[in-house]
């Protein structure tokens, strides 16, 4: 930072520094020239600009511009806990309905021969948006009270809804129970478990929801064998009631370490300069003082329908939704397609979570390393790519196996990335509210995503093709890449446009 001459002057310039990624703004002041020096008279003017004129410590000193309090620790036993909490849960919400729900179809198939691919996947889709539908409700329930009331409920509710769906002896039984109800459930142990990170870390949160939602893949990479292996030997029933107790165990004393963090004592920090983050964190601030509550507040949550960057994300999520879960659902079917046995299906869908788990750490931490647009993506074109080019390929255990790493590995990568640029985008108070309203898109997506490819698949009878299917996946992902590159392009332009207005706000304060 440039020091401030003191000496009087009547005018002084606005200079603005960019570097490549961390962005800093700084406001030199020009050296006054002998003209400007000549107009004032040497002591009274001195005393009365050095009274009215802030320097340039004072200008990044300003209540509205830079003070941003309470900032999050950024580490420390409890919020690490914190990030345990959300792994944990991580681990088993998403299972039975998208990670591991491949082997159920498998076996549902021959339980239910009357039914088809499609009304059997519909049962895992049905679970999924399910998810994705309640978070209007788990959001607005998480917020008033509290993260931890709110898993513990949901944790009752999903190992309920396994107990009951091992009692089904119809099809639609599995609607209500391993879908809906257990979709609900899933929901209120979700949006707390991916809120609180971002409560307690700011300049490491990439690595610390990365780390979070890695759960989600290392639980399919331990569940997925471990169901297969239970339901050969156990059967379907006894399987559901084992991850029924194991939810209970798992995810009950992972809720107790949901926690968000109190609003603790404003105290402003010497900023010399304004960074991106901080830039952010200014408007977050200044959106929190503005932002109306109650009835009132739910629609101003609504006018984030306009905002370009929104509508894109959201677009993204919507598309990029309905292929996503198809390669996880039919892992298991395509392996017996191509000659594979149900444990090489099995092994493969598991290889595949573990590739998400450490896409979803190594992505995350290197979003806090680079741009998080670049990062965001690099994941969503090659998810599409490794779906179009190499599952359309894959005739071999190794190269179909090559398939579940790379779609693995960068399909985990960004949807651990999306409630990372959420936060950084509307701001971690927004968090539940505009994930809530995005993820209700993904979830139509899901509704329909799985249960369309099984339809597709059985119109090509009696000679099954894998084709269209891929096609429709790999498509609408494709698509869902298109829409994050203009979210990118709409991301720049706002953050050039608020660091134009702040740079005018401490111009005008030093003026």
């Given at each position: 930072?440039?020091?401030?001459d003191?000496?009087?002057?009547?005018?002084?310039?606005?200079a603005?520094?960019?570097?490549?990624?961390?962005?800093?703004?700084?406001?030199?002041?020009?050296?006054?020239?002998?003209?400007?020096?000549?107009?004032?008279?040497?002591?009274?003017?001195e005393k009365?600009?050095?009274?009215?004129?802030?320097?340039?410590?004072?200008?990044?000193?300003?209540p509205?511009?830079?003070?941003?309090?309470?900032r999050?620790?950024?580490?420390g036993?409890?919020?690490?806990?914190?990030?345990?909490?959300?792994?944990?849960?991580?681990s088993?919400c998403?299972?039975?309905?998208?990670?591991?729900?491949?082997?159920?179809?498998?076996?549902y198939?021959e339980?239910?021969?009357?039914s088809?691919?499609?009304?059997?996947a519909?049962?895992?889709?049905?679970g999924?948006?399910?998810?994705?539908?309640?978070?209007?409700?788990?959001?607005?329930?998480?917020?008033?009270?509290?993260?931890r009331a709110?898993?513990?409920?949901?944790?009752?509710?999903?190992?309920?809804a396994l107990?009951?769906a091992?009692?089904?002896?119809?099809?639609?039984?599995?609607y209500?129970?391993?879908?809906?109800?257990?979709?609900?459930?899933?929901?209120?142990?979700?949006?707390?478990?991916?809120?609180a990170p971002?409560h307690?870390?700011?300049?490491?949160?990439?690595?610390?929801?990365?780390?979070?939602?890695?759960g989600?893949?290392?639980?399919?990479l331990?569940l997925?064998?471990?169901?297969?292996?239970?339901?050969?030997?156990?059967?379907?029933?006894?399987?559901l009631?084992?991850l029924?107790?194991?939810?209970?165990?798992?995810?009950?004393?992972?809720?107790?370490?949901?926690?968000?963090?109190?609003?603790?004592?404003?105290?402003?920090?010497?900023?010399p300069?304004?960074?991106?983050?901080?830039?952010?964190?200014?408007?977050?601030?200044?959106?929190?003082e503005?932002?109306?509550?109650?009835?009132?507040?739910?629609f101003?949550d609504?006018?984030?329908f306009?905002?370009?960057q929104?509508?894109?994300l959201?677009?993204?999520?919507?598309?990029?939704?309905?292929?996503?879960l198809?390669?996880?659902?039919y892992?298991?079917?395509?392996?017996?397609?191509?000659?594979?046995t149900?444990?090489?299906?099995?092994?493969?869908?598991?290889?595949?979570?573990g590739?998400?788990?450490l896409?979803?750490?190594?992505?995350g931490?290197?979003?806090?390393?680079l741009?998080?647009?670049?990062?965001?993506?690099?994941?969503?074109?090659?998810?599409?790519?490794?779906?179009?080019?190499?599952?359309?390929?894959?005739?071999?255990f190794?190269?179909?196996?090559?398939?579940?790493?790379?779609?693995g590995f960068f399909?985990?990568?960004?949807?651990?990335?999306?409630?990372?640029?959420?936060?950084?985008?509307?701001?971690?108070?927004?968090?539940s509210?505009v994930?809530?309203?995005?993820?209700?898109?993904?979830g139509?997506?899901?509704?329909?995503?799985?249960?369309?490819?099984?339809?597709?698949?059985?119109?090509?009878?009696?000679?099954?093709?894998y084709?269209?299917?891929i096609?429709t996946?790999?498509?609408?992902?494709?698509?869902?890449?298109?829409c994050i590159?203009?979210?990118?392009f709409?991301?720049?332009?706002?953050?050039?446009?608020?660091?134009?207005?702040?740079?005018?706000?401490?111009?005008?304060?030093v003026a």
């Amino acid at each position: 930072m440039a020091l401030v001459d003191e000496t009087p002057r009547t005018s002084c310039k606005v200079a603005l520094t960019y570097a490549t990624h961390t962005t800093r703004t700084t406001i030199p002041i020009a050296p006054p020239s002998s003209s400007s020096v000549s107009q004032f008279p040497s002591s009274t003017t001195e005393k009365q600009f050095k009274s009215a004129a802030p320097s340039i410590h004072e200008v990044s000193q300003s209540p509205t511009l830079v003070d941003v309090s309470d900032r999050a620790p950024d580490g420390g036993l409890r919020a690490w806990l914190v990030v345990l909490g959300s792994f944990l849960i991580h681990s088993f919400c998403f299972a039975p309905t998208e990670y591991i729900f491949g082997m159920f179809e498998h076996h549902y198939l021959e339980l239910y021969p009357e039914s088809t691919h499609g009304s059997i996947a519909f049962i895992g889709t049905l679970g999924s948006s399910t998810t994705y539908f309640a978070g209007f409700v788990s959001g607005a329930l998480a917020d008033k009270f509290g993260y931890r009331a709110t898993a513990l409920l949901g944790t009752a509710v999903m190992a309920l809804a396994l107990l009951l769906a091992s009692f089904a002896s119809q099809v639609w039984h599995l609607y209500l129970t391993q879908g809906v109800l257990f979709g609900v459930g899933a929901s209120l142990v979700y949006y707390p478990a991916i809120g609180a990170p971002s409560h307690w870390f700011d300049a490491k949160r990439g690595l610390a929801l990365g780390l979070a939602v890695s759960g989600t893949g290392l639980g399919g990479l331990g569940l997925a064998p471990a169901t297969q292996a239970l339901m050969d030997t156990v059967g379907v029933s006894w399987t559901l009631r084992a991850l029924a107790l194991f939810c209970v165990v798992v995810c009950g004393a992972a809720s107790f370490l949901i926690v968000e963090r109190e609003s603790g004592k404003k105290v402003p920090e010497p900023a010399p300069a304004l960074t991106d983050a901080e830039i952010i964190q200014i408007n977050e601030k200044l959106s929190l003082e503005k932002k109306p509550t109650g009835i009132a507040g739910f629609f101003s949550d609504l006018k984030v329908f306009k905002n370009p960057q929104f509508m894109a994300l959201t677009f993204a999520e919507l598309a990029a939704s309905i292929g996503f879960l198809i390669p996880m659902y039919y892992f298991q079917t395509y392996s017996l397609f191509i000659g594979l046995t149900v444990q090489d299906g099995a092994l493969i869908a598991g290889i595949s979570s573990g590739a998400s788990c450490l896409g979803r750490i190594v992505l995350g931490y290197a979003a806090d390393r680079l741009p998080k647009t670049i990062v965001v993506s690099i994941c969503a074109w090659t998810t599409a790519a490794s779906v179009l080019v190499i599952w359309t390929l894959s005739k071999s255990f190794s190269v179909f196996l090559l398939f579940a790493i790379m779609y693995g590995f960068f399909a985990g990568g960004y949807v651990s990335l999306v409630p990372l640029v959420v936060s950084e985008t509307f701001g971690a108070h927004q968090l539940s509210t505009v994930i809530g309203f995005m993820y209700t898109a993904a979830g139509i997506g899901m509704l329909s995503g799985a249960p369309v490819a099984g339809m597709i698949l059985e119109a090509t009878k009696p000679n099954i093709s894998y084709i269209p299917v891929i096609m429709t996946a790999g498509g609408t992902l494709l698509l869902g890449a298109v829409c994050i590159s203009v979210w990118v392009f709409f991301r720049r332009l706002d953050k050039k446009t608020k660091r134009r207005g702040v740079v005018s706000s401490a111009a005008s304060v030093v003026a």
